[in-house]
């Protein structure tokens, strides 16, 4: 089993969300992980992909490839641009130079649920998080990747948490990469159907394991006013409980009744 | 492979075939056949008691009987229930003895069509026919145009069967296989898998029993001789 | 922009935002959605029965030529007719020329989604021929001058009331209710009319079985059933990938096809025809006559990656599970088959460039591959159909000079790094302007939906490197 892992954090992650890659770094390594983050990654490729350019895509790719391919295992804290490298990169790269690499990248990318869930073996990672949460699946990491319970498994275990099933947790929110804007009041009613699920447990905050679907309900949330928040798997299990606290020494100037940064406080 | 007429009325077949014979010479991957040992469909243990649920839940009617005078006396309560008018009936022996049986208020008075005189009237009230076999799981009856033809099982209100024990197989696989073996399109031109009654949920998925088909389906299923 | 693309855009706004369409169609959609779960239960092994499916359908296709002769054979030699049709509109003017030919003034017909394909029904209309919908929900759409909104349910869209007032208009000022079960006898009452008056029956066929020589056809209403009993000649309009190589087949097919259609673990008739009426049957069709379409679907066959798609049995799965298609809605698609499995097939037989848009009406969610059937890969052959859009030159320039201008970014890390700087200072700039959402947005067609993005003022990058890296408890 590896100790060391390098981080893929997606671009938009990089240049959004920085929290939830900080978050990540956190959780890894109170699970007891080295994480290394190679700062010449940039984007798996999925945005030129997904909207046909394939040739654009490619050389991303092939970056993407030399950039982790010594790499021990790679963990993702989005189970889509994961989904890009195991279930796309080969076919993408069938003709390329890269492509011998990119299969054996397959099986030792993860997303983080899945990392710690099936790799590390470890869904109490020390968290507490005292509020009502609702779980979003997240299409991709649900079913290209096959992530139905790991998310889960993971919240269940987090003091405090109290989790509540939103109807049709598992339709898409909607947000489908360029979709939500070439198609932009098709993405906004899908993540206002959602919206309205997740709106309709009570919960203070909706999670999911993609920070692009927590980006794009949060967007629909706002503009509605919403009371609920979107808040990513990551930042949840980044929360410590107080006996991790005083276990890591580190928790003096910590409260944690509330959670420090939720996607929509911008800075 | 069959030998290829030429049909001169139709320019288009030899272009149409060309065109998938030229499609199909690109090589497509193949991928794994499916693992023999899977079980599709749970195996049926008790036909009859399988049949009878499964008509519950098809919602047709299936009334047991021991002998031919009970399903005698089935198939009268049946007829009573229902309006004055023609009722057509398949013309077979079995079922031209069960009528004479079945002769009391219910069907003296009413005028009977029988298949041999041709297709049921559009305003018969019922149609009585027999059935091929019997399919425990999935509760539908198996019927040919040889039972009574193809209007008998979908022109009129009700449609009842008449048929024994000894016709049910358990499974949707095993009839078709018997259609396959006995060869039944040899001399019939029609067959229909029927199972329940006629139904449409096109309005707001609200489930309407009797659309254009019946809107009963009774099936009279008797255990003795 | 194609018109296509354009109408397209214009509807999906319309109804995107229409809640009374959203909420008759969920209402419709949980219920089925509940009825699919129930269903599926029933059958044992359902990844085994969808593998099964999917081989049947393989080997059909793969050996189509063989299928069709075999099928063809046994119904001639019936005294069938089978007429290959090379396009819709050879499909046409055969049946209307029999019509014509054989003194048809009137024609039942039960659902098939190939007619529409083709639009036959006013190719007889035009022939002076008139032409009965006799499913119920294809009736309605009939009377309401508008095609199917769904392959299977072609009604949907509407609720009671709507269908009341709009049989109280064409039909019977009279009728005062909205009771599902009085509206079907109404249509059972006036169509029963039609079914014994016409000459000629027209349907579908959701299989040729090619050992037997028999068409399939499934139906719950029987209108399918009398449509192919009563009238003198009865037509059958098929696709060439219909065929299945035997009878048995269908023990599989016909659950699965009833459990993905309507949640029913059979379809009440799953009827059988092999030609017309032999010497003493009782009843049925003089003549019967299978008009085997193409239409572009050997193009298909061509196509390696996406030969797949012809295995489709139009069960509408993958319409039911769409969250688009929950959204926009059938009529939105403005073609024969909408939803996920017609934007995989459109672009191959009504052309790329007119219809590429639909490839990309998707968030590529997968819901669809997850419930096919047949296991068609329907969201990934909707990135290869984007593929083939842009290899075909079918995308706005502006577009491909963007994702050059990303490529170049992003094979530079640093200038992929500066320029995320550089855009997260603009927007800030913009937004603190109170410019968000105007024309000097970039994220204006993002922020008139969403409220902005959030913009750090450090990526995560600039922060590994000045905290995270070195330690990680001053980072939490």
């Known amino acids: 089993m590896p100790r060391h892992v390098s981080l893929f954090i997606p671009c938009f992650v990089d240049q959004l969300l920085p929290q939830v890659a900080v978050d990540t770094v956190k959780v890894l390594r109170r699970v007891g992980y080295e994480v290394d983050y190679p700062e010449d ?57 890269c492509r011998a690499d990119a299969i054996a990248l397959v099986s030792r990318i993860f997303e983080l649920s899945e990392f710690l869930v099936n790799v590390a073996a470890v869904t109490q990672v020390g968290a507490r998080f005292p509020h009502t949460v609702t779980y979003h699946a997240s299409c991709h990491g649900l079913r290209e990747l096959g992530l139905r319970d790991e998310p889960l498994q993971l919240l269940r275990q987090v003091e405090g948490l109290k989790l509540i099933e939103m109807v049709r947790f598992d339709e898409c929110c909607g947000f489908g990469g360029t979709f939500a804007t070439k198609f932009a009041e098709i993405s906004a009613a899908m993540g206002d159907s959602k919206a309205e699920c997740a709106a309709a447990t009570g919960a203070e905050f909706v999670t999911a394991i993609d920070p692009s679907c927590l980006l794009h309900l949060q967007g629909i949330l706002g503009k509605r006013q919403a009371r609920t928040q979107t808040i990513h798997i990551a930042s949840i299990l980044a929360q410590q409980s107080v006996a991790q606290q005083s276990k890591t020494q580190a928790g003096s100037e910590q409260k944690n009744s509330r959670p420090q940064k939720t996607l929509q406080e911008r800075p | 492979m069959p030998t290829e007429k030429v049909q001169t009325d139709n320019p288009s077949r030899e272009r149409v075939l060309g065109r998938i014979r030229a499609g199909l010479r690109t090589a497509v991957v193949e991928p794994t056949a499916l693992d023999r040992g899977r079980v599709i469909f749970e195996p049926v243990s008790d036909p009859l008691e399988r049949f009878q649920r499964e ?41 031209r003895r069960l009528i004479e049986m079945a002769a009391s208020a219910a069907v003296s008075g009413r005028p009977i069509r029988w298949s041999s005189q041709g297709a049921p009237a559009e305003a018969s009230q019922a149609t009585l026919t027999l059935a091929e076999v019997l399919i425990a799981q999935t509760g539908s009856v198996l019927v040919t145009a040889a039972c009574g033809g193809r209007g008998a099982s979908v022109v009129a209100p009700c449609h009842i069967i008449y048929a024994h024990v000894a016709q049910l197989v358990p499974n949707l696989a095993t009839a078709l296989g018997r259609i396959s073996q006995q060869r039944i399109f040899d001399h019939n031109s029609f067959a229909c898998v029927i199972s329940g009654s006629s139904r449409t949920a096109d309005i707001e998925k609200i489930l309407v029993q009797g659309a254009h088909g019946p809107r009963r389906l009774v099936v009279i299923l008797q255990s003795g001789s | 922009m194609s018109t296509a693309a ?88 055969y049946v209307t020329n029999l019509a014509t030919r054989l003194g048809v003034r009137t024609v039942v017909k039960s659902k098939s989604m190939v007619t529409e394909e083709i639009h036959l029904t006013p190719a007889l209309e035009k022939a002076g021929i008139k032409v009965w919908e006799t499913d119920l929900g294809e009736f309605i759409v009939q009377l309401r001058e508008e095609p199917p909104y769904h392959i299977v349910t072609p ?104 459990t993905s259609g309507t949640g029913q673990g059979i379809t009440t008739y799953g009827t059988l025809i092999g030609g017309p009426r032999r010497r003493g049957e009782a009843d049925g069709p003089e003549e019967f006559h299978v008009v085997l379409v193409d239409n572009g679907r050997s193009q298909l066959l061509a196509d390696a990656e996406q030969r797949e798609v012809l295995h489709c049995i139009r069960c509408g799965a993958c319409l039911n599970i769409c969250p688009v298609f929950r959204h926009v809605g059938g009529h939105t698609y403005g073609t024969t088959y909408p939803g996920p499995i017609g934007s ?62 990303w490529r170049y970014a992003m094979l530079r890390p640093q200038s992929y790094e500066l320029g995320g700087w550089a855009m997260r200072k603009a927007l800030r700039l913009i937004y603190r302007l109170g410019l968000a959402g105007s024309a000097f947005d970039p994220m204006q067609v993002w922020n008139c939906y969403r409220a902005p993005v959030p913009l750090p003022v450090e990526s995560f990058r600039a922060q590994w490197r000045k905290s995270v890296r070195s330690n990680g408890d001053s980072a939490t």
């Open chain 3, 344 to 405: 995989v097939l459109t672009p191959h037989l009504n052309g790329i460039k007119e219809f590429q848009h639909l490839s990309y009406a998707s968030s590529l969610c997968g819901a669809c591959t997850s419930v096919c059937p047949v296991k068609i890969d329907l969201h990934h052959h909707l990135l290869q159909n984007r593929r083939n859009a842009v290899s075909a030159g079918a995308n706005k320039p502006s577009e491909r000079w963007m994702f050059r201008a």
């Open chain 3, 6 to 93: 354009q109408r397209f855009l214009h509807d999906a706004a319309e109804k995107s935002a229409d809640l009374m369409h959203r909420e008759i169609i969920r209402r419709g959609m949980d219920s089925y959605d509940a009825a699919h779960l129930k269903g599926r239960a029933r059958i044992k092994d359902w990844e085994a029965a969808r593998q099964k499916c999917q081989e049947i359908k393989r080997e059909a296709v793969n050996h189509l030529d063989r299928y069709l002769l075999q099928f063809e054979e046994k119904v001639t030699a019936r005294g069938g007719h089978v007429f290959w049709a090379a396009n819709g509109e050879e499909a046409c003017a």
């Open chain 2, 55 to 95: 008509c519950v839940a098809n919602l047709m009617e299936c009334a047991l009987t021991v002998d031919c005078a009970a399903s005698a006396r089935e198939l009268a309560q049946v007829l009573q229930s229902l309006p004055a008018g023609e009722i057509f009936v398949q013309d077979d022996p079995s079922l």
């Open chain 1, 41 to 97: 990654q940039t984007c798996c490729g999925q945005p030129a992909f997904n909207t046909g350019y394939w040739n654009e895509a490619r050389p991303c790719a092939e970056h993407f490839v030399r950039v982790f391919k010594n790499a021990e295992a790679v963990v993702c804290p989005s189970g889509s641009c994961a989904t890009m490298v195991r279930a796309f990169y080969p076919e993408l790269l069938t003709a390329s130079s």
């Open chain 3, 155 to 258: 009604a949907m869209h509407l609720n009671r009331g709507q269908i009341a007032k709009l049989f109280r208009e064409k039909l019977d000022p009279a009728i005062t209710t909205d009771d599902p079960v009085e509206l079907m006898a109404v249509a059972r009452r006036k169509l029963r009319e039609a079914f014994f008056a016409a000459e000629m029956g027209i349907s579908g066929a959701n299989f040729l079985v090619a050992d037997a020589g028999v068409i399939a056809i499934s139906t719950n209403e029987g209108n399918g059933r009398l449509c192919t009993s009563v009238p003198r000649i009865h037509v059958v309009v098929t696709g060439i990938e219909k065929v299945i190589p035997r009878l048995e087949d269908l023990a599989v097919l016909w659950p699965v096809l009833a």
